[in-house]
């Protein structure tokens, strides 16, 4: 079983539309998460770490929940630019690892 | 601060070939790693450090070799290079200080092995 999971998509939604992502995670011992974007042939990037509490961060909203091992991505008021591969990330530091989905693709379509 | 550097930023291989991917990072991270991604697949671990002098196996390491002399760089050694080492290698780097763990990575290095 890989450590995290996430639905691949596609997502193809319109703008302005409200997009969320799931993603679940096996280690209970995982202890810091993570939403990244990766455009096409670029590096990932950081775009939001996710807390108990949840966050948010503009349009993004981030969500955790332990009990249930599992992590969410709400994205609103989708912009053309936000079209990219979203990665759920799991750090365990008694591995020192960080685990990545395979990533969910997202077009937001004019 | 320029954040993860790597270089070159494209390189085309013969097989059998041998070449050392850089990675650097002025952030003072402790911790850095090396991940390759295949067309359409997602990132793999290849080796990981967390300090100097301090080296670690990943979830792929055959083929490749790395060394942490310093804590700004961790170069990656790839020895008698085969197709199927053509990928993109991402260099990242995190800091365990604050328990955040944030991960940030280099822009990468695309390897053609031919």
């Known amino acids: 079983r890989k450590e995290v999971e996430q639905d691949p998509g596609p997502f193809n939604v319109p703008e302005g539309a409200t997009v969320a992502f799931n993603c679940t995670y096996s280690n209970s011992a995982s202890q810091s998460f993570f939403w990244y974007r990766q455009d096409c042939r670029k590096e990932p990037k950081l775009l939001m770490s996710?807390?108990?509490s949840g966050n948010e961060d503009g349009r993004f909203t981030a969500q955790l929940n332990r009990a249930s091992q599992y992590i969410s991505l709400l994205i609103r008021d989708s912009k053309l630019s936000d079209s990219a591969t979203y990665l759920c990330?799991?750090?365990?530091?008694?591995?020192?690892?960080?685990?990545f989905g395979t990533g969910t693709s997202l077009t937001v379509i004019p | 601060n320029a954040g993860v550097t790597q270089t070159p930023k494209f390189r085309i291989l013969k097989i059998g070939q041998s070449m050392t991917l850089q990675c650097t990072q002025d952030m003072n991270h402790n911790y850095m790693y090396w991940y390759r991604q295949d067309p359409g697949m997602g990132l793999k671990l290849i080796y990981y450090?967390?300090?100097?002098?301090?080296?670690d196996k990943g979830e792929v390491p055959n083929g490749y070799n790395v060394s942490r002399s310093t804590t700004e760089d961790f170069p990656l050694r790839l020895e008698l290079a085969a197709p199927s080492q053509t990928s993109v290698y991402f260099c990242?780097?995190?800091?365990?200080?604050?328990?955040?763990?944030?991960?940030?990575f280099g822009p990468g290095t695309r390897l053609t092995v031919t």
């Open positions: 996710v807390y108990s």
């Open positions: 990330v799991a750090f365990r530091s008694d591995g020192n690892q960080f685990y």
């Open positions: 990242a780097s995190s800091y365990s200080g604050t328990g955040s763990y944030e991960q940030y």
């Open positions: 450090s967390v300090g100097a002098g301090i080296t």
